[in-house]
């Protein structure tokens, strides 16, 4: 008998896009897999769509909870899951239908491997228009990025040695810090150099606020918990804070070098020779 495999779906006001992602799951060619949706505090009609899937087929299931964030409802699921492995994936996204079984086979033959990604593909309602190429492997690997995607398929092993989902991480980055508490603990990602995962890009989400408004904040609370393993490769945190510096002047000198930032110091120039003159 082939273990059971636990698709686990998040879904906080996002029914409209929810029966993609489900249909990726009837859709799979690994057949051993229950899939558990997770109503987390929805206003919208989650319950309703849920319900259809649920006489469809009984593998789906459905539960619901007050609203707590991607990392509760995540926690949530898998508490509530059978399978030895767990697959996550976020209500807005899909998977290719292959990618369980080809994911499956490797965790069972290497038990060095502790979670499986893959690479992906940007797409915006039908138009698919960017594939993104993470690397995985190992802990140096996730140091000072995420390596992999945010939703992958992984032992719940892991999932149970780690503690599970940092429910302080609110603003994102959780999938990222998750990882790297697996790799602490001397599993490594494996990613299938194959696009078998599609992810909804929206012009503000979750990722981009947390890129552009938090990165900071969720950068230093990752480090500071980890501030042991950071002391430990001191020498690559140094290089990579310097590395950051170094490529921010160097941006900034191309932006100076630009013939419009010439032009436009160069325009200047009257302006502020009139303006030294009624200052003095």
């Given at each position: 008998m082939k273990p059971l495999v636990s698709v686990v779906i998040p879904c906080f006001n996002q029914g409209k896009y929810i029966e993609k992602a489900l249909q990726s799951v009837l859709d799979q060619s690994y057949f051993d897999w229950e899939c558990i949706i997770i109503n987390d505090g929805s206003t919208d009609n989650i319950s309703e769509i849920a319900k259809i899937w649920l006489d469809k087929d009984s593998r789906f299931l459905y539960f619901q909870k007050e609203n707590g964030g991607l990392c509760s409802a995540r926690n949530f699921g898998i508490k509530k899951s059978k399978g030895e492995y767990i697959l996550t994936l976020d209500a807005d996204d899909y998977y290719h239908s292959t990618f369980i079984e080809k994911g499956i086979n490797l965790l069972i033959n290497d038990l060095e491997i502790g979670v499986v990604s893959s690479w992906g593909m940007r797409f915006v309602d039908d138009k698919q228009y960017d594939i993104f190429k993470p690397n995985g492997k190992t802990i140096k690997d996730f140091l000072f990025c995420n390596a992999a995607i945010g939703?992958?398929?992984?032992?719940?092993?892991?999932?149970?040695?780690?503690?599970?989902?940092?429910?302080?991480?609110?603003?994102?980055?959780?999938?990222?810090?998750?990882?790297?508490?697996v790799c602490r603990l001397g599993w490594d990602v494996h990613i299938i150099q194959e696009v078998l995962f599609y992810y909804r890009q929206h012009q503000v989400s979750m990722r981009t606020i947390a890129i552009n408004d938090y990165d900071k904040k969720i950068k230093s609370y990752i480090f500071l918990k980890h501030q042991e393993l950071y002391i430990q490769y001191f020498e690559d945190f140094v290089e990579n804070g310097l590395?950051?510096?170094?490529?921010?002047?160097?941006?900034?000198?191309?932006?100076?070098?630009?013939?419009?930032?010439?032009?436009?110091?160069n325009l200047l120039l009257p302006l502020r020779f009139f303006k030294s003159i009624f200052r003095k």
């Open positions: 939703t992958s398929l992984f032992r719940k092993e892991c999932w149970e040695r780690t503690g599970g989902y940092d429910e302080n991480m609110k603003l994102g980055y959780e999938d990222w810090e998750f990882y790297i508490r590395s950051n510096v170094e490529n921010l002047r160097n941006e900034n000198l191309k932006i100076r070098n630009k013939i419009d930032y010439k032009l436009g110091k």
